[in-house]
């Protein structure tokens, strides 16, 4: 057991220390974007299972490859918040509440905006390509998966968590939701598994852009407190 708390402690002792004080201190106040998101995802999962508000739902925020490019563009940041209606709730809110709340507190409240609409952006806009490449690609999609709506917060949440591992020094846990999500396109093969997987390399991309970021910035400029939630963690050197 020592050896497991001594693991679990070098994996995410230093994101347990930045979130714990900002949510002792601030509890709900800590993550106003996360209970928002929570909220609205429960709203619209509420409106879709109504006789009326399926197709209305759709029109706002549902997301497929047939449509529109900008139609689509206009719809993601909607479709973020949009879960699947056959599949129970309770598992994308707590999923939300979760990784959103850490994130919002890790990373700040635009990073986490910022990361989460890329990630459901990179997802939407590779449906697109995959259908281009044909089902005969490696990396390509079945051209009847234009009509499958897009994932909705699953790749955000994804994305968002595979961010915080690599800026926390959680690594062990990045390894493991990618590999999670290869394992998924490989007994799937499914829409919603090569978007989580177009998902995590568009964060990857973010990832390198802050690491390099990070490295020509100034040493003598002052880092942001850890816990702040308006900032990155000192770098540790």
Not at 88 to 99: C, H, K, N, R, Y
Not at 153 to 160: D, H, I
Request: proline share 6%.
């Amino acid at each position: 057991m020592n050896t497991l708390a001594r693991w679990a402690r070098a994996e995410w002792g230093l994101l347990y220390v930045t979130i714990r004080e900002p949510l002792v201190e601030l509890r709900a106040r800590a993550i106003p974007l996360t209970l928002g998101a929570v909220a609205l995802t429960a709203a619209i999962q509420l409106t879709q299972n109504q006789p009326w508000g399926y197709r209305f739902v759709q029109n706002v925020g549902g997301v497929r490859a047939e449509d529109p490019l900008w139609l689509a563009l206009l719809r993601t940041p909607v479709s973020l918040f949009v879960p699947a209606p056959d599949l129970p709730v309770w598992g994308a809110l707590v999923q939300i509440l979760f990784v959103f709340g850490v994130a919002e507190i890790g990373l700040g409240r635009w990073r986490t905006l910022v990361i989460a609409y890329t990630a459901t952006l990179a997802g939407t806009l590779y449906a697109r390509l995959g259908i281009r490449l044909g089902f005969d690609s490696f990396f390509g999609l079945p051209a009847s998966d234009a009509l499958v709506v897009d994932t909705g917060p699953s790749a955000a949440v994804v994305g968002l968590a595979v961010f915080l591992g690599w800026r926390y020094g959680a690594y062990v846990t990045v390894c493991a939701v990618t590999a999670a999500m290869a394992v998924e396109v490989m007994l799937k093969g499914n829409l919603a598994g090569k978007e989580h997987m177009a998902a995590i390399a568009a964060v990857g991309v973010l990832c390198l852009i802050s690491a390099l970021r990070h490295r020509r910035a100034p040493r003598h400029l002052p880092r942001a407190r850890v816990g702040s939630g308006s900032g990155f963690p000192p770098i540790q050197s």
